[in-house]
Nanobody, 122 residues
Framework: QVQLVESGGGLVQAGGSLRLSCAAS????????MGWFRQAPGKERDFVSA????????YYTDSVKDRFTISRDTGKNTVYLQMNSLKPEDTAVYYC???????????????WGQGTQVIVSS
């Protein structure tokens, strides 16, 4: 059974940084795509970034390019999202997801973590 556990969220001032972690277990992830999504209150859960587990190819939504960096540590089975230059509009619950490839839509992911809250104050 695949399990994803996020950590690293919190409260930060605008312009600050946070690093989210997603610890994955219960499978071999070499053929997986790992994604980060976020959901603000009253809004849809939107794609943020993704990475292929094997090759480490990365993808970003336009609003976070040049500010966020996704990476993975295959030895630790962990995916990271380094978030710099945070803005109030980045405030959301951030979810880690795993699927059989890369998808910019949530429907492409089979497994989800419980989410971690990020609040960016102005």
């Amino acid at each position: 059974q695949v399990q994803l556990v996020e950590s690293g969220g919190g409260l930060v001032q605008a312009g600050g940084s946070l690093r989210l972690s997603c610890a994955a277990s219960g499978s071999t992830f070499s053929s997986y795509g790992m994604g980060w999504f976020r959901q603000a209150p009253g809004k849809e859960r939107d794609f943020v970034s993704a990475i292929t587990w094997s090759a480490g190819q990365t993808y970003y939504t336009d609003s976070v390019k040049d500010r966020f960096t996704i990476s993975r540590d295959t030895g630790k089975n962990t995916v990271y999202l380094q978030m710099n230059s945070l803005k109030p509009e980045d405030t959301a619950v951030y979810y880690c997801a795993a699927g059989r490839g890369i998808d910019f839509s949530r429907v492409g992911y089979d497994y989800w973590g419980q989410g971690t809250q990020v609040i960016v104050s102005s």
